[in-house]
Structure formats: structure tokens, C-alpha cells
């Protein structure tokens, strides 16, 4: 069964960091692009950062240059490693994989909750 599972939430205060891992499970992991997307209460669900199966990377204006993604596929794992959090970074955050070229592939995660606040 496809499976992903995120860790690492909890509670920060402003200007604390956090690293949020995802393992996977059930498929060609490897092959997969993945991301990590938010959702904050009254808002719709966003992107918040990419890895491509290659290793390219890209992320939303709102968390550039304080989150990085990463992955290792040796480890079936993604993370995503934020700093410099903000009280607007509270969110849940979810992890996605999906393969472009075919159809129908997209995995989601449960989510796990990210509070930052004093």
C-alpha cells in the first residue's frame, strides 16, 4: 500500500526552526517529484516547496531563502527543513508525490501540525 507519513511538527516560537520529514512507502519513490504543501486555517491549500526526482528544487516566494527541501532516496524520505519561522508559517503541512507523465499518480500524506507562536 502507497503510504506517506510526515513527522517533525509541533510547536516554535518566531524565529525557531523546525525540519518536517515525510517517508515513503509503496512506490518507486526515486521516480517521484515531491512537495510539501500548507494549509492555515481559512485558506486554501498551498505550495510551499518542490524536489524533483533530478534534485531540482523550487519554493514559494513566502519561504524562500528560510526553508529547504531535500530528499534522500536511499532513505525513501523527504524533508523540509524551516528556519527563521514566522506566526503566518502556522499551518498544516502535507506531503505530496506525484510522477507527471503518468496520470492518476498523486500520493498525499495526513499532514502534521506546525504552530509558530510566542
Known amino acids: 500500500q502507497v503510504q506517506l507519513v510526515e513527522s517533525g511538527g509541533g510547536l516554535v516560537q518566531p524565529g525557531g526552526s523546525l525540519r518536517l520529514s515525510c517517508a515513503a512507502s509503496?512506490?518507486?519513490?526515486?521516480?517521484?517529484?515531491m512537495g510539501w504543501y500548507r494549509q492555515a486555517p481559512g485558506k486554501e491549500r498551498e505550495l510551499v516547496a518542490i524536489?524533483?526526482?533530478?534534485?531540482?528544487?523550487d519554493y514559494a516566494e513566502s519561504v524562500k531563502g528560510r526553508f529547504t527541501i531535500s530528499r534522500d532516496n536511499a532513505k525513501n524520505t523527504v524533508y523540509l527543513q524551516m528556519n527563521s519561522l514566522k506566526p503566518e508559517d502556522t499551518a498544516v503541512y502535507y506531503c505530496k508525490g506525484w510522477r507527471t507523465v503518468v496520470p492518476g499518480t498523486d500520493y498525499w500524506g495526513q499532514g502534521t501540525q506546525v504552530t509558530v507562536s510566542s
Open positions: 524536489i524533483s526526482s533530478g534534485g531540482s528544487t
Open positions: 509503496g512506490f518507486r519513490f526515486s521516480r517521484y517529484d
